[in-house]
């Protein structure tokens, strides 16, 4: 009998596990978690019936299709829903297309602080991941396609990026899908889409719709607050649909999923409280904690970067761990390259003022 032991295949075992942000704090403190980048409004209310409603119910398999879905999303959007594909969150739809369009050999690119599932889908299918640097902590056009090879047959792309809240204007995309080359998916992360208020913005749909190598990924775990019941839909060309049908699980969606998410997409007036909630204390946290003295990164998204100065005691760190002890929990982010930095989620009135409070009591502790 052979003593060898089943080996994963090339790539799998340099992948580091993704690891999300912290949800406890110690000494059983009710922690403010700020860590994830969920709605402090949490799900519409409508969502929440069709979710219990669902529970009648559980013994039967849910819609394969997730008809109620794709046509809800089709509705709020106007696009065909043959073009939408579900997920178990956009992580889902990501791994999908790097299995669909990506072997041994190819190379995906995807930028400096971009997203880790990018690395762990690229890896995970044989492929290479190959990093375009940054400038000011925003996706560079040039440096992009710098880092196009023979080899390459995917760039993603996150519109607005995690964890810097950056985003390129639609003119700069429209230019990178027109000089990347035809057989390169371009692959357009827009997770925090519906955050941004910015007339040069698009996600992408328009994009998607008039080309044939595109795709866009959103989420329901952000702005609809349906983060727990793991929901992403891709809006592609049909060919891509069609790719990512044939190898997506049968039932890869829940019925409770199905029915809340569309519930929640016809839910607009949610979507608008959560957008202007946003939009009025991201300004305030901004300015806020600048005027502690601390540098922060100007962010479209439902999120900011603080940069702290790389001194012993008064670093990142160390923030970390005193706002813990506060039960205040932000998210490190030294696996992006950005040791020096935290990433703050805008939260409630109270939660937001508290972690301002916290933030300054730090920095005169140090002093």
């Known amino acids: 009998m052979s003593t060898h032991a089943p080996t994963p295949r090339p790539g799998v075992l340099a992948i ?13 403190l009710k922690p403010i978690k700020l860590s994830s980048n969920e709605t402090p409004l949490g799900p519409s209310p409508a969502a929440l019936v069709a979710y219990k409603a669902a529970a009648a119910e559980l013994e039967r398999y849910p819609d394969g299709q ?5 046509q809800a999303i089709g509705r709020r959007y106007g696009l065909d829903p043959q073009r939408i594909v579900c997920g178990a969150g ?22 400096q602080h971009g997203f880790l599932v990018y690395r762990i889908a690229i890896l995970a299918c044989g492929a290479t991941p190959v990093v375009a640097d940054e400038t000011n902590l ?7 396609l710098a880092k196009v090879s023979a080899a390459t047959r995917m760039v993603f792309l996150a519109n607005p990026n995690n964890p810097t809240g950056t985003y390129l204007p639609i003119e700069d995309v429209r230019r990178l899908r027109t000089l990347l080359p035809s057989h390169v998916l371009l692959v357009l992360d827009a997770a925090y889409a519906e955050y941004v208020r910015r007339n040069d913005y698009e996600a992408g749909i328009e994009l998607v719709a008039t080309t044939n190598n595109t795709v866009m990924t959103r ?5 609809f607050g349906l983060a727990a019941l793991r929901i992403g839909w891709a809006y592609c060309p049909a060919d891509i649909a069609d790719a990512l049908n044939r190898i997506r699980g049968p039932f890869n969606m829940s019925t409770p999923s199905i029915l809340a998410g569309a519930a929640a997409m016809d839910d607009s007036a949610h979507v608008e409280s959560a957008v202007a909630h946003n939009e009025e204390w991201l300004v305030w946290l901004t300015r806020e904690i600048e005027a502690l003295g601390l540098k922060v990164t100007p962010s479209v998204a439902n999120f900011m970067l603080i940069h702290f100065p790389p001194e012993e ?7 970390d761990e005193y706002l813990k ?6 998210r490190r982010v030294a696996s992006y390259g950005l040791p020096d930095c935290l990433r703050l989620t805008v939260g409630t009135a109270d939660e937001n003022r ?10 005169r502790k140090g002093t």
């Open 325 to 330: 002890s506060r039960g205040i929990i932000l």
């Open 16 to 28: 580091e596990a993704y690891v999300p942000g912290e949800s406890k704090v110690p000494g059983g």
């Open 354 to 363: 508290a972690v301002v409070e916290a933030l300054g009591a730090f920095l």
């Open 219 to 223: 989420t329901f775990s952000k702005i």
């Open 138 to 144: 925003t996706a560079d056009v040039d440096k992009i």
């Open 313 to 319: 005691g008064r670093g990142a760190v160390a923030c």
């Open 90 to 111: 956009s992580d889902e739809l990501l791994t999908m297309l790097a299995h669909a369009y990506l072997g041994p050999g190819d190379e995906a690119i995807y930028t």
């Open 66 to 70: 997730a008809t109620a879905l794709r």
